[in-house]
């Protein structure tokens, strides 16, 4: 039945004790199974929002027979409302860059990169010198291991993996089909690890501490700690580490100021929550806490009452239009559709019930578009429309 | 062999061989799923996404042209959510399109009508996108009209353009919805690299991408009781045009074809296999020449391997990317050209007519031949050579327009003078047909005897393989020809650009010698061309290919140096291959141009 989890804060991620060398050489003379099975048991699943479990991932790769395989980080961080991958990158480097090592070594990769969102080229330089010392120290150790960085362009859809690759490549950044997946066929068709920044930090926590610290943290299904990028209206927005499971509620308790009307959880395609379902939503992957379960990549958008969701949601869905890459139907068309839909509604020149249409759209959208930027639009959608109608209206 | 896979579609089991997709198991089994951005020319897209099905276990939908079978998936094609969500994506689609039918050139052939038509869209309940739009229409090439209204984004062009082509004049440009099918710099298609081969067009789902039709101007000229208007017929429309009257692919409407145009009232109707054949004469003897200056003369400025200069979407290809190797190709001009220029000189005189009174018409399988009327050279008659060239596809409109009855017409027979052929004419439709028709004529001048093949069928170079080689040794040649005894005549066919390119590839880096080379702009030789009717694929192309060779093999004369007419006007008016005349009327040059 439901136990209540309070919000409890955590310091792992940004805690920097300067061993990275020495976890680093004792990770790398383990057994690779054994890390597999480690990493496996943390029950660690992706930070960048979709929640596929790590371990696995990385399992998939390492059995494949090929012989180049890539370890990529991804750090294109578009997600409105997201901010912490810059600071990972900012402030422990060494973390990221030490677990793509171990990961290569895992997978047998020589290559890792490090996609970086065009908008941070800011963090480029010195994120150059830490790679060249991160390098030094490999050749010293015997570990032929090498890291480049490239640099997104600002498109929002390269963030999804095979939209990624398809930009390394030199290509259109869309998504390709699935299957291949990326630890079968990933950059140039060859088996891919790719994790987002947060998760490498993550897995080197996992590996200095081992799985069971890991996995102590959180509830069922949501393990671990998780970095929450908090915005909008609050008193004290930044990045904080927190366990998962929390109920959005005790959230709401911490970063509110006090007239929070709904939280946006997961950023533009996430979902939004009104203030009467704050305390049977809890920030997780899955397990019910009184009601539902929200994933995230980390985003938390609070809105006071002084907040149109109309405004909200308009917002919204221009990103997507303008961020949809264009090649299939349901998003390219369906985003323009919604934009241009809601307006119609409100002012009047279509009926309220049109909105129904547009969220029978959505699920068509849900259920056909090609990747996930189509796919959840209707997240943000849906939850904006169905709580706040009125306002969509009037 | 890999073992079978078991995957159930609507409730029944099918054994099929791994790597199938759903779309293709479906297809096999008899069960239609629409589909838009698919092709079977081309690699999978997945990107309209009206091909969606339903797997047992899974939410979401999935794209059955991009989805492989997997052993137990169970498929269903034909659920509510399956319909709703397509029916949707009909209407988005439409929602964005100028769905404006009447006023469309493809009213009639159009998938997406097609598919509304199924889908039954009676009403748009969604907002009409194209008000919203800024729209072009790309009016500038002679041969292709680019209408983004009429566009969905399926990216069929695109990956023709590179896939096919080679030539990536057609890309993809911006994203979300100002996403569009565009150019370098979003230039006229007149002024990219476009080489008009219109495989676009071939490839086109909707209106967006149509040849410039040219149709009222022939009426306009058929009406005209000054005009004396005689029009010329390329050897793959017989083997098209039936497609378009109701037949099934493959079958050779020749006679019909000719009645057609004699209801339709032109003056003469002719042959663009009589100038194919003259072409073969003054080429083969072209590369005679060459052979004997590079060989004998030991001159360092004949250029070898030759290239063919037939396929006007090869000729400007090759001026945008390999300019430097335009002295390689052949000097001739393309048989429709070659008939143009005869038209108004050989012909008007032979007839007593004045040749500002000759309206000059080609029925052309092509749109690139559309560019290559129109192009500054071609006026060496005086006038210019050719004044209208329809596609097979405007040749079909003209006779539905005129009420004709296709199918019922009785055989007809071309005119005389510059209507006779032979045929090794006839199979310059095929790709490798040019080259097979060369070397029937260029190994019997040399050696007085034919060509060492059963039936004078050189089966090496047919076929559909993107590049095919072949090779004749040259024995016991008459006297004039002594220096080729024992020489490997090496040879070459590339059909697509994109494998014109491996060719041209090879020559650069001189990993071949070739000394002769054929090649067709586009898939099959002309009988796959931009202006053949719609739909197209491998199948209906390998029965074209059929057809033509079926012509051939029942032509009494098959050697283009034993048509009556061309030895008649060797004799009349030309006097002797590669000679004054010939220089003239039927030669001409080419224009390095850039690649932006």
Request: with cysteine.
């Amino acid at each position: 039945m439901a136990t209540t989890y309070n919000l409890k804060r955590a310091d792992f991620i940004f805690r920097n004790e300067n061993d990275w060398e020495k976890i680093l050489n004792r990770t790398l003379q383990r057994d690779k199974t054994e890390l597999i099975n480690e990493l496996i048991s943390s029950e660690l699943k992706g930070r960048g929002g979709a929640g596929f479990p790590t371990g696995l991932k990385w399992k998939l790769a390492s059995e494949s027979k090929v012989q180049e395989k890539f370890i990529i980080c991804n750090a294109d961080e578009g997600e409105p409302g997201t901010f912490k991958d810059r600071e990972i990158l900012t402030k422990v480097p060494f973390k990221v860059l030490s677990s793509m090592a171990i990961c290569a070594y895992i997978i047998g990769a020589k290559q890792g990169i490090i996609y970086l969102r065009g908008e941070y080229r800011f963090l480029k330089p010195d994120l150059e010198k830490t790679i060249s010392e991160f390098e030094y120290y490999c050749n010293e150790i015997n570990f032929d291991f090498k890291i480049k960085i490239f640099m997104g362009s600002g498109a929002y859809i390269c963030g999804e993996e095979t939209a990624l690759f398809e930009s390394m490549e030199g290509k259109r950044g869309e998504p390709r089909n699935k299957p291949p997946f990326p630890t079968n066929a990933g950059y140039m068709d060859k088996p891919t690890v790719i994790n987002n920044v947060e998760t490498l930090a993550h897995t080197f926590t996992i590996f200095k501490y081992g799985a069971t610290k890991f996995y102590d943290l959180g509830v069922q299904f949501s393990r671990g700690t998780k970095l929450f990028s908090v915005s909008g209206d609050t008193p004290k927005p930044g990045i904080y580490e927190l366990e998962l499971g929390m109920s959005l509620q005790d959230f709401v308790d911490e970063f509110g100021d006090g007239d929070t009307k709904a939280v946006q959880v997961g950023g533009a395609s996430g979902f939004l929550v009104p203030r009467k379902r704050f305390g049977e939503t809890a920030i997780g992957f899955r397990g019910k806490l009184t009601g539902i379960s929200l994933p995230t990549g980390g985003s938390m958008m609070l809105f006071n009452s002084s907040r149109s969701m109309f405004n909200v949601l308009d917002n919204y869905l221009e990103f997507f239009r303008e961020e949809s890459c264009g090649q299939c139907t349901p998003c390219r068309v369906g985003c323009q559709q919604l934009l241009i839909g809601i307006k119609a509604v409100k002012q009047g020149s279509k009926p309220a019930s049109y909105l129904d249409k547009l969220l029978k759209l959505t699920e068509t959208m849900q259920y056909t578009a090609k990747c996930g930027l189509g796919q959840s639009v209707a997240n943000s959608f849906s939850s904006i429309v169905e709580n706040f109608r009125e306002e969509m209206i009037y | 062999m890999s073992k079978k896979i078991n995957i159930t579609i609507n409730g029944v089991v099918y054994e099929v061989e791994p790597g199938l997709t759903i779309l293709e198991a479906a297809q096999n089994a008899g069960i239609n799923i629409p589909t838009l951005c698919y092709h079977k020319d081309l690699c999978v897209a997945g990107n309209c996404r009206v091909c969606v099905v339903e797997i047992a276990g899974q939410k979401r939908l999935a794209a059955s042209c991009a989805t492989p079978c997997q052993e137990n998936m169970e498929v269903l094609t034909n659920t509510l959510k399956v319909r709703n969500s397509r029916k949707h994506i009909i209407e988005l689609l439409l929602s964005e399109h100028n769905a404006d039918c009447t006023k469309c050139y493809k009213n009639g052939n159009c998938e997406l009508q097609e598919l509304a038509a199924e889908y039954k869209i009676m009403s748009q309940d969604l907002i009409d996108l194209v008000p919203y739009k800024d729209y072009t229409i790309d009016m500038f090439s002679p041969s292709i009209i680019k209408d983004d209204s009429r566009c969905i984004r399926c990216q069929r062009c695109v990956r023709t353009c590179a896939e096919l082509q080679g030539v990536n004049a057609l890309t993809v440009a911006y994203k979300g919805d100002k996403m569009k099918i565009s150019t370098f710099f979003e230039n006229s298609m007149n002024d990219v690299v476009c080489t008009t081969c219109g495989q676009c067009v071939n490839h086109c789902p909707t209106g967006a991408l149509i040849e410039k039709n040219y149709i009222e101007d022939a009426w306009e000229a058929i009406s005209d009781p000054e005009k004396h208007v005689i029009v010329q017929t390329a050897p793959a429309v017989r083997v098209g045009l039936g497609e378009e009257m109701g037949f099934e692919p493959g079958e050779s409407v020749t006679g019909k074809m000719v009645a057609a145009l004699k209801n339709l009232g032109f003056d003469s109707v002719l042959d663009t296999d009589f100038t194919a054949d003259l072409t073969i004469m003054e080429e083969g003897t072209e590369l005679l020449t060459r052979l004997k200056k590079a060989l004998v003369d030991k001159d360092i400025n004949i250029k070898l391997p030759m290239a063919t200069s037939c396929s006007p979407g090869w000729i400007k290809y090759i001026e945008h990317m390999y300019p430097e190797y335009l002295g390689n190709l052949s000097t001739c001009k393309s048989p429709q050209q070659m008939f143009g220029a005869l038209a108004k000189t050989y012909y008007a005189k032979a007839r007593k007519l004045d040749p500002d009174k000759i309206v000059s018409v080609s029925v052309m399988p092509c749109t690139a031949k559309k560019f290559e009327a129109n192009r500054p050279e071609m006026h060496d008659s005086g006038y210019r050579d050719v004044d209208i060239v329809l596609t097979t596809r405007e040749l079909a409109i003209m006779i539905k327009q005129a009420g004709i009855d296709f199918r019922k017409l009785p055989e007809k027979k071309f005119d005389r003078l510059m209507g006779d052929s032979s045929g090794a004419a006839v199979i310059f439709g095929a790709t490798g047909g040019v080259m097979e028709a060369a070397l029937r004529t260029a190994y019997e001048i040399v050696t007085g005897r034919e060509v060492p093949f059963d039936n004078l069928d050189i089966l090496p170079v047919r076929g559909l393989e993107g590049v095919r080689e072949a090779s004749i040794k040259i024995e016991k040649p008459l006297e004039n020809w002594a220096f080729l005894d024992g020489v490997e005549l090496k040879c070459a066919v590339a059909h697509g650009l994109v494998n014109a390119k491996k060719v041209m590839d090879a020559v650069k880096e001189k990993k071949a010698d070739y000394h002769f080379i054929e090649i067709m702009a586009c898939p099959g030789g002309c009988l796959g061309g931009g202006g053949q009717p719609i739909p197209t694929n491998p199948e209906i192309r390998e029965k074209r290919t059929k057809a033509i060779y079926e012509e051939d093999k029942n032509l009494s004369i098959r050697k283009s140096h034993e048509n009556p007419e061309v030895i008649k006007i060797y004799k009349d008016f030309l006097g002797e291959p590669l000679g004054k005349k010939s220089h003239e009327l039927l030669h001409t040059k080419y224009v390095a141009r850039n690649r932006y």
